[in-house]
């Protein structure tokens, strides 16, 4: 199969954003964690999902990876027809698609087709939310396999997409496909291309009473937003931790690094060592961080900070018990929907990049303070996820 679809096998093993939090006790008694099992007659579907985690899960199972996956599948085909809900039935659509993937890209030729099939057989689900969620998967398979097109097919696959969704109801079904085509602008190589497909469905979704086809189409308009800022200024707001207004208006003058992130991401605290060295190395110079916290509670945000000594400006505007941190106005306006987005910003507050990471970061400031000898960043000591 083609690299450029890769999925990680570790990422599918582990589930964690599928598993319940206690898949770990279970795997101790589940007769579906023992290698050597030949049977799998779950009481319920509840059981069965817990028992088919686990096993997953299980680092000690001695089975081949490929025959690991085929046997989790195989117990989620005996869950699937178990009376359940909603909800799990959403779980499983996913938790398939991940080991199709894996599968194929292990060398199973035929696991592509066989997850096209799966999803079809999904899509005809009695229930909206499932089948919204299988035909999601449906269209989100046919944009990554889309990837390997040239520039001028992977356009016109999104454009024609747009046309479908548009020529659609306005319901749970169309504002999902928009915000996953959305999510994929990235395929569209010309800016202001993608720009207008975003545009396009924020406009058709604005005309909506509905107020979630409204929230899509305020997501959407950020999306347009964040796809046009190259080359023009950026706007953030919010309170700082200290409890008071930023004022980013007065960083002008300073090269600044806008980072979205969360206590909760591992990847964002995965460039916090370097960030770090830099910080140091340029800070004195004119350079600053602010990091906007995508997190529910500011509390937890007030003692990482603490305990992790983060230098740089920290922004937070979580509020009230039904915060949410993706629904961060900063977040919204730029339709920041992945994490961490790291965006960098000139002198004059126009912003240079908007993935700054890793090593471009590194190789960007050393292109703007020339003077200024870069650090190095093998050395900095690794930060170890929250």
């Given at each position: 199969m083609k690299d450029w679809w890769k999925v990680s096998v570790a990422l599918v093993l582990s589930l964690a954003a599928l598993a319940p939090a206690n898949a770990d006790?279970?795997?101790?008694?589940?007769?579906?964690t023992q290698p050597a099992e030949t049977t799998f007659a779950p009481a319920n579907a509840e059981e069965g999902w817990k028992q088919t985690d686990a096993f997953?899960?299980?680092?000690?199972?001695?089975?081949?990876?490929?025959?690991?996956?085929?046997?989790?599948?195989?117990?989620?085909d005996v869950?699937?027809?178990m009376p359940s809900d909603a909800e799990l039935k959403k779980k499983m659509v996913w938790m398939r698609f991940s080991l199709r993937l894996t599968l194929a890209n292990l060398g199973e030729e035929d696991s592509v087709d066989l997850l096209k099939e799966d999803l079809q057989k999904y899509a005809q689900h009695e229930d909206l939310a499932v089948k919204t969620e299988a035909i999601d998967g449906q269209l989100?398979?046919?944009?990554?396999?889309?990837?390997?097109?040239?520039?001028?097919?992977?356009?016109?696959?999104?454009?024609?997409?747009?046309?479908?969704?548009?020529?659609?109801?306005?319901?749970?079904?169309?504002?999902?496909?928009?915000?996953?085509?959305?999510?994929?602008?990235?395929?569209?190589?010309?800016?202001?291309?993608?720009?207008?497909?975003?545009?396009?469905?924020?406009?058709?979704?604005?005309?909506?009473?509905?107020?979630?086809?409204?929230?899509?189409?305020?997501?959407?308009?950020?999306?347009?937003?964040?796809?046009?800022l190259v080359g023009n200024p950026i706007r953030v707001v919010g309170k700082r931790l200290d409890g008071q207004d930023l004022d980013f208006a007065s960083l002008k003058g300073k090269v600044v690094l806008v980072d979205f992130w969360a206590t909760w991401c591992g990847p964002c605290i995965g460039e916090f060592p370097n960030l770090k060295k830099l910080y140091a190395a340029y800070h004195p110079h004119g350079f600053e961080v602010v990091g906007i916290s995508l997190d529910d509670t500011k509390s937890i945000v007030e003692t990482f900070v603490s305990q992790r000594e983060i230098p740089w400006i920290v922004v937070c505007n979580a509020e009230g018990d039904d915060y949410k941190g993706f629904r961060d106005e900063n977040a919204v306006y730029y339709g920041i929907n992945a994490i961490p987005q790291m965006i960098l910003v000139d002198r004059?507050?126009?912003?240079?990049?908007?993935e700054a990471r890793g090593e471009k970061l590194a190789e960007l400031l050393a292109e703007m303070f020339p003077d200024v000898e870069a650090p190095n960043l093998k050395e900095a000591e690794k930060d170890s996820t929250p």
């Open positions: 006790d279970a795997k101790a008694t589940d007769p579906a997953m899960r299980d680092q000690s199972n001695p089975l081949p990876v490929n025959e690991r996956l085929l046997k989790g599948i195989q117990m989620m869950v699937w027809e989100t398979l046919e944009l990554l396999l889309a990837r390997s097109l040239d520039a001028e097919a992977r356009t016109e696959l999104m454009q024609q997409k747009q046309q479908e969704i548009e020529a659609m109801p306005v319901g749970p079904l169309s504002t999902r496909l928009a915000t996953t085509l959305a999510k994929n602008l990235s395929m569209v190589s010309d800016n202001a291309v993608a720009s207008k497909i975003a545009d396009g469905l924020a406009s058709h979704f604005a005309e909506s009473s509905d107020e979630k086809a409204q929230a899509i189409a305020e997501e959407l308009k950020g999306f347009s937003r964040r796809i046009n004059n507050g126009i912003v240079l990049d908007t």
